[in-house]
């Protein structure tokens, strides 16, 4: 791993890379600039980057498609902009492989969240992969299907530790609704998100503290769902 | 007569008679009335009778075989002077049918013809009052608050509105079968001023939409509901124009509001963004004083393009509006150039712009409207031609006025995009998500030179690049004049 973490950021707007390029450089990042899709796909093959910040909008080819030439090859951690209202843009960048969105217009330290998110996540996966995952009071143990709180174990229907398990082998990500309801339910099951609203609120009813202020299952807003590990979202 | 003749030549073999008798009745039913031929026949019965059958000079008749002739005579002659008759009446109907019928064709080659127009039904009332030779024709169709009436005709009739109400709510509520006409029409004949108007319900399918009210020449009832047919449908369509006209109106006002606010969201979201970020980083405390200065800069350029696109928005509103007025007074060629220079010199920066304005002599025109147009052209030019390449401005004095030629070095305009490049938010085929540009500023350019009567167009030059040409009317200040002001 190395000490600067190589962030690629694709926008075609001028005013965005010199806006953005300065910040992500002051917080100790390594920064490439590309202004194309075509641009972006070479500096990805030349320099792996260890992140991309990928406008959406840009002038030669639709984001999802970079999106998804990239995930082809590579398990590097994407993080789209986006429109806000372009709901459905989201939801396909993130089918096809992206990791996180943010919405335009954002805060520097919306995005720096977010960032910082996804980086630790990919460093956890390449330190450990035991088999258990603590998250706050929280144990995941995958191997023995076990979860506990604190030292009391709480009991999960098939389902639900199977939502659960899935969340948070994907933790720090969002995954789309229809992601979930295809890995859970089958191929079939895509149209029908009612099932997994009523998973969702029995899950939170078990794990979390407060199921109404959600501290690990995160709801994004017409797009899917996260498990949060660590910081709680302070940037907006 | 025949008589007389018949007896000087001392015929009397009574078939002769008989044969040259039904040759008169003939004659006499082809060429006047039904009525004239009986009596012709009755009259040629008896003489046949009184002179040439035996016992001759007596109306008795002594051979039994003399009374079946006389009977076979008078038969024929009867059904004869029947035939003919109805032979002729078929002729004189069909002559009037062809003519109401060429009428009727007439007219309704005049509807088709019609456009929707706010006078369009007085237009069919005309039509059919000079088609139909008619005295006064009217079109009453219901309205919301009473009837409105379109006449026509050489006679002014004053309908009652009570009685127009009651024969067409009849007509509505029933459908009545006129044996003797053979229509359903449910025709009404009134007293208007001292004359019967007929009215007509005018039905499509069966459902009454209005009245026709004809009188003076007598028409046919079964053409009067031809023609009611042929103007309904005439009514409808007109009606269907109208509508369609209005519909087309609201779908393209919604198209322009979608248009304004996905522009207005591109075109907003990336100035907020790059501010937010910038002015974000800019309160750390870790920048040094050359990035402090850039995320300044950022902030600054990126307020400067919503302020632009704000000014846009306004005066697309105005244009719109109709709310922009020429305000013409006394400027320089070279003034308006340099005034449209200064709005746009953020964006033209990274250009190189020759300005040349011969001759300079003062003209009369809206300063700020031609300014104003003159910078979104340039704006236009700075967005689309590359960094570092030049821009020419040219004025000229022509008969048409002050001409303003703007000619770029960028790539020029796409056959494709050339129609549109004035519609709004028409932005090129190829730059669909290009950074810069919102689709407002050269319909705007348009829309201000349309205030000051002026003109604007686009061409590609044949060594490269675009060239735009605005052309106003000016008043030329003669020598004393100039001086004077």
Known sequence: ?236 | MTLVYVWWLHVTNATTVALTFLLVVLVTAATSKLRDAVVTSVAAMLCFNFFFLPPVGTWTIADPQNWVALFVFVAVSLVASRLSHVARARTDEAIVRRDELARLFDLSRDVLAMTASPDAVSHLARAIARRFDLEYVALALPGSDGWSIAAAGGRAVLLDEHQLTDVFDGAARSLEFDARARTYAGHRSVDADGRTVRLVPLRVGTRPVGLLAASGRPIEPGTLDTLAGVVAIAIERMQFLEERKTAELTRQSEELKTALLASLGHDLRTPLTAIRVAAGSLKASWLTGGERAEQSDVILSEVERLTRLFHNVLEMARIDAGAIAKEPRWTHPAEVVAAARDQVAHTLREHRVVVTTEPDVPVQLDARLTASALAHVLENAAQYAPRGTSIEVTTDLTEAGLVIRVRDHGPGLPAVDLPHVFDRFYRGAASRTRASGSGMGLWIARGLLAAEQGRIWAENCSDGGARFTISVPVSVANASEATAS
């Open chain 1, 1 to 236: 791993m190395t000490v600067r973490p190589r962030l690629l950021l694709v926008d075609d707007e001028i005013s965005i890379q010199r806006a953005v390029g300065p910040l992500l450089r002051s917080r100790g990042y390594d920064v490439e600039i590309a202004g194309t899709g075509g641009e972006a796909l070479t500096l990805v093959a030349d320099r792996a980057p260890d992140l991309i910040v990928l406008d959406l909008g840009l002038p030669d080819l639709e984001g999802t498609e970079v999106c998804r030439r990239i995930r082809e090859h590579l398990k590097v951690p994407i993080i789209v902009l986006s429109a806000r209202g372009a709901e459905a843009d989201k939801v396909n960048a993130l089918d096809v492989g992206a990791d996180d969105y943010v919405t335009k217009p954002f805060g520097p330290e919306e995005l720096l969240a977010r960032i910082r998110v996804a980086l630790r996540r990919v460093m956890s996966e390449d330190t450990a992969e035991s088999g258990l995952l603590r998250a706050g009071d929280l144990t995941v143990d995958y191997d023995r299907r076990r979860v506990l709180r604190g030292h009391a174990e709480i009991r999960l229907t098939p389902k639900e530790l199977d939502l659960l398990t899935l969340l948070v082998r994907n933790r720090d990500r969002v995954l789309t609704h229809r992601a979930i309801l295809k890995a859970i339910w089958g191929a079939n099951a895509v149209e029908q998100p009612e099932h997994l609203w009523t998973l969702v609120a029995q899950l939170r009813r078990k794990i979390e503290p407060d199921p109404s202020n959600p501290r690990y299952l995160f709801s994004e807003p017409w797009v899917g769902y996260r498990f949060a590990t660590g910081e709680p979202e302070n940037a907006g």
